[in-house]
């Protein structure tokens, strides 16, 4: 696996230490060439010294070979001006930080679709930890070939559960509409905006990252 990360800060270092030790190949692009140099003494991985939204620099991390861009600096701005390029470059997949929830909605319709709120995961993380649950306890019910899938509808997906003609072993397990949880059934229906989880058998999901792209975290 190879993973290219844009800006040097917390969320970097963390993800791309564990990348490391999982035997993974890193690239960070970094304005500061003396927090490159710093950093160079204890991390075992590639350093570019640039402006990580500029093309001519993201060429240089080799696009086609890269199965990750995570744009993650402390700019929501620069992160999506990043997004874009490394996706029109052909990256793999691309992963976008933002910190102001206002530009979630911007990055759905500029089609990105892999987003990270940190504050909002934390913090949902933490209110279920206050009221006694546990939110990580889903990963370990989804075993063997079972997979997870969000979507948020548009148009097109308007109507019932039942019309959206959804592939083999893939049903909709529960939507969100303004937020709020909701459990859905066949003749539940759906309207623009809500979003639609979605459990699947594995080898269902290329067809449904097509159809509606990454899932959004």
């Known amino acids: 696996m190879r993973a290219v ?5 917390p969320y970097t270092l963390a993800t791309a230490r564990a990348a490391l ?21 204890e991390l075992d991985c590639g350093f570019i010294n640039g402006d990580g939204t500029h093309p001519q620099i993201l060429k240089e991390c080799g696009p086609k070979e890269a199965d990750f861009l995570f744009c993650l600096t ?5 992160n999506i001006i990043a997004s874009l390029v ?12 933002i910190d102001d929830p206002q530009f979630d909605r911007i990055c759905l319709e500029l089609g990105l679709s892999d987003t990270i709120v940190p504050s909002q995961t934390i913090g949902r993380h933490l209110a279920d930890l206050l009221h ?9 019910m989804i075993k063997d070939e079972a997979r997870v899938h969000s ?31 909701r459990v859905g059934d066949p003749d539940t229906e759906i309207k623009p905006d809500d979003e639609v989880v979605l459990i699947t058998h594995a ?15």
């Open 203 to 217: 080898d269902q999901l290329p067809k449904l990252q097509e159809r509606w792209g990454q899932t959004r975290s």
């Open 86 to 97: 490394g996706r029109s470059l052909g990256f793999g997949r691309v992963i976008t930080r």
């Open 5 to 9: 990360f844009i800006g040097i800060n």
């Open 132 to 140: 006694g649950r546990n939110p990580l306890e889903i990963s370990a």
């Open 74 to 78: 402390d700019s929501d701005q620069t």
């Open 151 to 181: 979507f948020v509808a548009g148009k097109d997906e308007a109507g019932k559960v039942a019309d959206l003609k959804l592939p083999d072993q893939t049903r909709v397990i529960c939507y969100y509409r303004e937020g709020r949880f």
């Open 21 to 41: 030790a999982h035997g993974d190949e890193v690239v960070i692009v970094e304005r500061d060439r003396p927090r490159i140099d710093e950093l160079a003494q």
